[in-house]
Nanobody, 125 residues
Framework: EVQLVESGGGLVQPGGSLRLSCAAS????????MNWSRQAPGKGLEGLSS????????YYSDSVKGRFNISRDNAKNTLYLQLNSLKPEDTAMYYC??????????????????WGQGTQVTVSS
């Protein structure tokens, strides 16, 4: 079965950095594009970033463009999201996901076929 396991979250001060990882199994990881999304307390799902199967094409939402970097290592079946210049408003549960359609990340769980348990990122002084 498809399994996505996020890790790397934690508590960080404003301006700090984290690298999130998503270990994938149960499918041919190198074939589909992948997405990162997040859900902040009291908020809906926010699509953050997308990456093509080979990593040549990337998309970032306006809220994270210039601060976050998506990448993948297909040999390791792992998706990454590097978070830089973190702000308190970045506090959220972060999810990697396998989308139904290739392109920018969706804003609803119905836009995805599979997702992980999430990893919590908390940005606070």
């Amino acid at each position: 079965e498809v399994q996505l396991v996020e890790s790397g979250g934690g508590l960080v001060q404003p301006g700090g950095s984290l690298r999130l990882s998503c270990a994938a199994s149960g499918f041919v990881f190198r074939n589909p594009g992948m997405n990162w999304s997040r859900q902040a307390p009291g908020k809906g799902l926010e699509g953050l970033s997308s990456i093509s199967s080979g990593g040549a094409w990337k998309y970032y939402s306006d809220s994270v463009k210039g601060r976050f970097n998506i990448s993948r290592d297909n040999a390791k079946n792992t998706l990454y999201l590097q978070l830089n210049s973190l702000k308190p408003e970045d506090t959220a549960m972060y999810y990697c996901a396998l989308p139904k359609n290739f392109g920018k990340p969706g804003t609803s769980w119905t836009d995805y076929n599979y997702w992980g348990q999430g990893t919590q990122v908390t940005v606070s002084s």
